[in-house]
């Protein structure tokens, strides 16, 4: 048995905390899966909170997030997000992309937190430091129950994700998105995939990211894409750009949105 602390979050792009504590404390049992999880750690902490206040002046178009996992599966090199892992006294390489933090109670302690009379139906953005439906989720099955818990609260929120198990969750959206506004973005920045093999080596091909656009379209469900990073020298040309967006008016999501990596 190995203690890991269980920090929330201040903002998007996490900081150390500022007054040398943690904000709770999970004892987590380290193991690994064969074959389907070969090369990663699953730490299991048990969370006091989950509900993380975005950092104001941060500019994001919501207050509020909840990340269920630390450390994130998918590997993908240009993560802004590396760094938080340091916080947890991980690296921000080959750690972040193998030992992931798995908050285990996370629907049952955020249920709690939005049945508080204080809690004002703010927005809440999943997928906002790592990927929610990374490998771990297929394992865990974590948000159901999270989606569950904000669909019941009358709290909106939205999921941004590489993750093709999103799909799973289709009939659960659906129900969800009958009572609170959803909104629905997937990552796809490429579509090249041996490029996408060695900058996102653990996501779902560019191809089976479409699918599940337009499953979701076909659902009904409000789905966006977001192109980013578009990859100096690598994903900028005009042939890389043209390839993604003639690949994206096949699905057609609602919008996409395109960026630099920064």
Known sequence: MVRHPETTAAAVRPEPPSNGRTAAAGRAC???LNPEFSGVTFHEVTAKSVLNKVASGSQMPFEWTVNPYRGCSHACVYCF?????????????HDFDSQVIVKINAAEVLRKELSKPSWGHHHVALGTNTDP??????RYQLMPGIIRA??????????????????????????????????????LAMTDEALASAVEPGTPAPRARLKLIR???????????????????????????????????????????????T
């Open 215 to 261: 499953r979701l379209r076909e659902a009904g469900l409000p789905c966006g894409v977001m192109a980013m990073p578009i990859l100096p020298w690598l994903t900028d040309s005009d042939d890389a750009l043209e390839s993604l967006f003639t690949a994206l008016s096949g699905p057609a999501p609602l919008a996409s949105r395109p960026g630099r990596c």
């Open 30 to 32: 380290a193991f690994r």
């Open 81 to 93: 997000a590396r760094k938080s892992h340091t916080y947890l006294e991980f690296d921000a390489g």
């Open 150 to 187: 904000l669909a019941d609260s009358g709290t909106p929120f939205s999921i941004l994700t590489k993750g093709t198990l999103l799909g799973r969750d289709i009939p659960l959206l659906k129900h969800a998105a009958s009572h609170v506004p959803v909104d629905l973005g997937i990552s």
């Open 133 to 138: 439906y990374q490998r771990a989720e297929g």
